[in-house]
């Protein structure tokens, strides 16, 4: 089975400072994982993803993830925060073994304030 | 040029009625999703297809029933709606096979039950 838990529901951030969600994950296999923002009223977006190879992955809009396999964290970090930024973000896995089937975090909403 | 498409974007209708969502991709995939978001934002999955076939059927009631005519669509059909069933639901699609397993998601159907 596979699970993911996102520390924080909502996250507050000033303008300009670092931006970080935390993402812990259980999996009995390999995990691809994924982080996927969701602005208001809209779909998911892919940020970034991590399969193989290099731990820290680049995404979009600045953001970034490593994978911790220790620690079995994808933490997700963004050095400065923009306005736009406000949205909520979630983590993902899944595995080959899960046949594709992605398993949400409950989602973490980040205010940022000017 | 909208990969993953859903219609209606929203859908409000009276406890009891039955009533139908679509989806369509234009990516070429062969495996489509159907997702439920509650008001708590919590996402999770109801549905996957591949090629046509059932893949994924998470414990949803059978008043859910899902129909592929082809592997670009995938429509969710819901009988005797009930209040609980308000939420927002959204189609995704991937190509089986590829390492990275990256689900596009449309934007999703609104739907409110009263």
């Known amino acids: 089975a596979q699970s993911v838990t996102q520390l924080g529901s909502h996250v507050s951030v000033s303008e300009g400072a670092l931006v970080l969600l935390r993402c812990n994950y259980s999996?009995?296999?390999?995990?691809?994982l994924f982080w996927y923002v969701q602005y208001p009223n809209q779909g998911l977006q892919l940020l970034l993803k991590y399969t193989t190879g290099a731990t820290l992955v680049k995404g979009i809009n600045g953001f970034e993830a490593e994978f911790k396999k220790s620690e079995t964290s994808f933490h997700l970090t963004k050095p400065s925060a923009h306005m736009s930024d406000a949205a909520e973000y979630f983590c993902?896995?899944?595995?080959?073994?899960?046949?594709?089937?992605?398993?949400f975090g409950g989602g973490t909403r980040v205010l940022v304030k000017p | 040029d909208t990969a993953v498409s859903q219609t209606p974007k929203y859908l409000v209708t009276q406890m009891g009625n039955d009533k139908s969502i679509k989806c369509e991709q234009n990516?070429?995939?062969?495996?489509m999703y159907w997702y439920k978001q509650d008001s708590k934002k919590f996402l999770k999955i109801m549905f996957s297809?591949?090629?046509?076939?059932?893949?994924i059927n998470e414990t949803v009631p059978n008043r859910f029933s899902p129909k592929s005519p082809d592997k670009a669509h995938l429509n969710l059909h819901i009988n005797s709606l009930e209040l609980g069933d308000s939420a927002v639901y959204f189609c995704?699609?991937?190509?089986?096979?590829?390492?990275?397993?990256?689900?596009?998601f449309g934007p999703g159907t609104r739907l409110t039950v009263l």
């Open positions: 999996s009995s296999v390999p995990p691809y």
């Open positions: 993902a896995v899944t595995s080959k073994a899960a046949g594709n089937k992605l398993t």
């Open positions: 995704a699609s991937s190509q089986e096979g590829l390492p990275n397993n990256e689900q596009f």
């Open positions: 297809y591949n090629n046509k076939e059932l893949i």
């Open positions: 990516l070429g995939h062969d495996t």
